[in-house]
């Protein structure tokens, strides 16, 4: 989507995340010290099955869900675990996420002026009521919705229009970085690309950072720059988008590819899908770690598993 | 061409809503032949769900077959009006699994238990022989170690597992055709993919066919050998997989195809279409997707265009194939899948 | 001839575009209150018992300021002998008769649906509001979740007759102990209830996403829950009027009701019970029953009715 030059310091840093659920005695982890960066312009990718984490992540860093361990940093600034009030009213400005069913990510009883004001209201970034006003119809107009709609119940609306009136809500706060999760699983196959579009189209206007949280990998490498695949709370490979589709290491990342059907029947004729096994990994003696095999490019894997993966990576770039 | 197993016939039905009459289907024809897998993609509010509701007698209360005729073993039966006539159909020649295997399981009871339900119904089976071929069932449609698993509850399986046990059930009394509507929307895609290949292996052991309902256009490439297209309660191009791929003719289609992002070029925007499908209360003077495509004609808006052969298994209804109609270019993913298709045959 | 065919052969040309009626063309027609009302009017019963009661309710209201109406304490006695006018039957003089000692029926009977209508509208909305409130914070946040269960775990354990009847023993009984004591105790249930609905729908997306625009708990609950609530909030206040009413003649039945100096349904129904064995007697009995009956079937078939309403699942 991005094709801007990323600066090398990064927007968003995640160390070590760690978010658990459940009872103290016996906590459910759903994330298991994850890490990566997310670099300023970039679009960054998290993909994974249901169940993965992938959501977890992004709720925790908009601060939904309580980190058990490690640091998520904002510019540098932590911002998990207990904030100042100023630094949590910085992060809710700057940091915006975007739902992913638009049946249930509006308030049904509120008209879609206040939906999208809402924000403004708790920030109270606006000089007064013409200028929140006139904030509401740009965010509508960015979105491509007609500033009448402000007057009218999200009912009325479908969901492509009701999905584009939560990405103004989020527009509206003027934020640096959107996490969008899955905002178009729910959507009709004709309308997901009216919001891909928008979605780019903001990014280049507004110079927006999006984390986009999917399960569809053929939507992750179409607008994605880079793409970190996560399984049961643990990101097993991360890698710039091509990089990751044309030369993927880990076998479950292999596994996913494997199983994606094509909207192609001559492709689909010759694809065969196989299962990931995560007992073909033998980690008693060597434990796996998290290690970048190619600049750019990580993977989970132990120490003999990283050499093969380094010794397939050198191969495919000569 | 042999007689279809299956056979439909300018179907309307029609809703009532809040006082008000809806036309879900408009005039819907296709047909089914024997042994093959028909894909039929839609959107929501095409009515593909509909549509096949009413080829086992599942409309809702507020909803009733117009006119038009569902040919099935020699009989009409869209005229069928009693539960006696469609539990001669339903379950037993035409068997159905839904979306959400969560909800389509009696949670209360056990897998196995459901299984024999409907073979005791269906086929008389009784006590230990409905049990042994439950369990053979089970393991036909691979569930390790079936004869254990028949006593288990369905919140002990996971998804995928679900969905088995689902497809169990409808196979139980060797249905002639199954329709699946979205089965494996809710699935993960690895899971989505064993339960394509299990649905493929029946069909070919049983000699099933198959109507499959989904939007998703790479599941309908990796199982269809026809594919019927529809919006706003239309069919609006049917033909075999690769014709409808590859050398699509009716402008929704084009579309559907464009705005794919497997199709798309990075950094390009998607080919989109603006606004939403039509009120179906209200009657639709011709085509109904022209409001929203950009290249429509005039007499799109006035008369509804009947359907154009392309090829003996491909038509479309749209004025673009008619002789008078200006040479209209489609958007240029298409254009690519056309040159595909050209290179690919012999 | 001609004309037609050119009339077909330009119908083959492409017609404009318009990209904003595309996008027009969503909008649905469909308003939530709208349904509600037009639901609601379509129960004939139950508007036929709204009117019967905004009459009544009305009368009760105006009863006492029309011409030519009694006292209802004032002991009526016959004026040429001087001796009580007790047990009189309904007649032009007493419209519904005269009790046994000789105070006008008619006059008790309207000043006792007032007072009980009071008690049961005042202990009624008292229950909602401060249910409602309570029972949204209770929901809500998390950290009262486990105090407060608790809480009610014990006290709704304690039979209300129980707490009813020694509250009134030791505030005497009157019009306002019957209120605290009575909204003393129900609040609890109203707050349960709607505690339950909050935790149902509190992690929805969009309270998540109120959430992640740094909206507080209190905007939360008045914007995004409530009004998700009215349906099954409107069903418990209209049965919570019966429902003191009911208790209010139960604690009459038991000796710690309201003096006869204060007319109520309840004292009024006892009165009559105590002589409803003699059959000519029975009037005192089946015309204050009546009233209640009608009170308490009226709110219980219009509650019913609103909510089922006010269901959007219902709209269809």
């Not at chain 3, 249910?131 to 608790?150: K, N, P, S």
Request: charge should be neutral.
């Amino acid at each position: 989507m991005s094709t801007a030059a990323r600066t090398q310091e990064p927007l968003l840093e995640v160390h070590d995340l760690r978010v658990e659920f459940g009872t103290r005695g016996r906590p459910f982890v759903a994330v298991d010290d994850v890490s990566f960066d997310v670099f300023e312009g970039e679009t960054f990718g998290l993909v994974g099955e249901s169940g993965s984490g992938k959501t977890t992540i992004g709720r925790a860093i908009v601060r939904i869900n309580e980190t058990a361990g490690g640091d998520i940093l904002y510019h540098g600034r932590r911002i998990n675990g207990i904030i100042s009030r100023q630094l949590d009213r910085e992060v809710t400005q700057k940091i915006q996420m975007i739902f992913q069913d638009p049946m249930a990510s509006l308030n049904e009883r509120a008209k879609v002026d206040y939906i999208v004001s809402e924000g403004l209201y708790n920030t109270r970034n606006y000089k007064g009521e013409a200028d929140r006003q006139a904030k509401v119809e740009q965010a509508l107009l960015d979105v491509g919705l007609l500033p009448e709609f402000a007057s009218r119940f999200p009912h009325e609306f479908s969901g492509g229009q009701r999905q584009r009136i939560g990405i103004a809500r989020a527009l509206v706060m003027e934020p640096e970085f959107i996490i969008a999760d899955e905002p178009i699983s729910a959507l009709d196959v004709s309308i997901r690309a009216q919001v891909l579009n928008l979605l780019a189209d903001l990014q280049r206007r507004k110079r927006l950072t999006y984390m986009f949280i999917a399960h569809d990998l053929a939507v992750v490498r179409f607008i994605t720059d880079r793409v970190a695949v996560i399984r049961k709370g643990q990101i097993v490979e991360l890698a710039r988008t091509e990089e990751l589709f044309g030369c993927p290491l880990h076998p479950y990342t292999l596994s996913l590819l494997s199983a994606v059907p094509s909207p192609d029947p001559l492709v689909e004729r010759e694809r065969r899908a196989f299962v990931y096994d995560p007992g073909c990994h033998d980690y008693s003696v060597h434990g796996p770690v998290w290690a970048e095999v190619h600049p750019g490019h990580f993977v989970l894997g132990n120490e003999p598993e990283l050499d093969s993966y380094r010794r397939t990576v050198d191969e495919r770039h000569r | 061409m042999n007689e279809p197993i299956l056979k439909v016939l300018d179907l309307v039905i029609k809703f009532s809503l809040r006082g008000r009459i809806l036309t879900a289907i408009r005039g819907a024809s296709l047909d089914l032949q024997h042994g093959e897998t028909l894909a039929i993609v839609g959107e929501s509010g095409s009515g593909k769900s509909v549509l096949t509701k009413s080829f086992i007698g599942m409309l809702d209360n507020n909803g009733w077959v117009d006119s038009g005729a569902i040919m099935f073993d020699g009989r009409d039966i869209a005229e069928y009006r009693s539960e006696k006539e469609w539990l001669t159909i339903r379950g037993r020649k035409i068997a159905m699994i839904f979306q959400d295997p969560m909800t389509a399981l009696n949670p209360l009871r056990t897998v196995g238990l459901q299984i024999s339900e409907t073979l005791e119904l269906h086929q008389g089976l009784r006590g230990a022989s409905a049990k042994r071929r439950a369990v053979e069932i089970l393991s036909d449609v691979g569930i390790p170690d079936a004869a254990g698993r028949y006593s288990q509850y369905p919140h002990e399986f996971s998804g995928g597992m679900r969905q088995r046990v689902v497809i169990a059930t409808a196979m139980a009394c060797n249905p002639e055709i199954l329709i699946c509507d979205e089965p494996t929307t809710a699935l993960d895609v690895t899971i989505q993919a064993q339960i394509i290949e299990l649905i493929r292996r029946l069909q070919r052991q049983y000699q099933l066919s198959v109507i499959y309902i989904t939007h998703d256009l790479g599941v309908v490439a990796s199982v269809a050998d026809r594919v019927a297209v529809m919006y706003a309660g239309d069919i609006v191009e049917l033909g075999t997989a690769e014709e409808v791929f590859y050398n699509s003719q009716h402008p929704y289609t084009w579309a559907l195809l464009s705005s794919l992002p497997q199709l798309g070029i990075r950094g390009q925007p998607l080919y989109s279409i603006r606004g939403t499908p039509p009120n179906l209360f209200s009657d639709i003077p011709g085509d109904a997707f022209a409001p929203r495509n950009p290249r429509a004609l005039k007499i799109d808006f006035e008369e509804r265009p009947p359907y154009f052969t392309v090829s003996p298994t491909h038509v479309a209804r749209t004025w673009l194939l008619d002789p008078r109609a200006p040479k209209v270019e489609p958007p240029e993913t298409i254009l690519a899948m056309r040159r595909k298709w050209r290179g690919a045959r012999p | 001839m001609s004309t037609k065919l050119e009339r077909q052969a330009s119908l083959f040309t492409f017609a404009e575009y318009d990209a904003q009626a595309a996008e027009r063309a969503g909008y649905s027609s469909y308003s939530y209150w709208g349904s509600t009302v037009r639901l609601f009017l379509r129960n004939k019963t139950a508007v036929a018992l709204l009117i019967i009661m905004t009459v009544l309710l009305t009368f009760t209201v105006i009863q006492p300021y029309l011409p030519g109406q009694k006292s209802p304490l004032k002991i009526h006695t016959s004026p040429e002998t001087g001796i009580q006018l007790r047990n009189v039957q309904p007649s032009p003089e007493f419209w519904f008769g005269t009790n046994s000692i000789g105070q006008d029926l008619w006059a008790r009977i309207w000043s006792g649906t007032r007072t009980s209508l009071f008690i049961g509208l005042f202990v009624g909305l008292w229950t909602v509001v401060i249910g409602i409130i309570m029972g949204a914070i209770w929901g809500y946040v998390r950290q009262l979740d486990r105090l407060m269960t608790e809480l009610y775990n014990v006290i709704s354990n304690i039979p209300t007759t129980i707490t009813l009847t020694l509250l009134a023993y030791i505030l005497r009984p009157s019009v306002s102990t019957m209120i605290i004591s009575m909204c003393a105790t129900s609040w609890w249930t109203m707050a349960r209830f709607v505690r339950n609905q909050v935790v149902i729908i509190r992690d929805r997306e969009y309270n998540l996403a109120s959430r992640c625009l740094g909206t507080p708990t209190q905007r939360i609950i008045s914007r995004n829950l409530l009004p998700y609530l009215v349906s099954v909030i409107v069903l418990r206040l209209a049965l919570a009027i019966p429902m003191a009413i009911g208790w209010e003649v139960f604690l009459t039945y038991i000796g710690l009701g309201l003096p006869l100096s204060i007319p109520s349904l309840g004292n009024l129904v006892n009165e009559g019970r105590q002589i409803m064995m003699a059959p000519i007697l029975r009037y005192q009995l089946i015309i204050p029953a009546a009233v209640l009956s009608i009170i308490t079937i009226s709110f219980y078939v219009m509650g019913n009715a609103f909510s089922d309403a006010s269901d959007p699942r219902n709209h269809v």
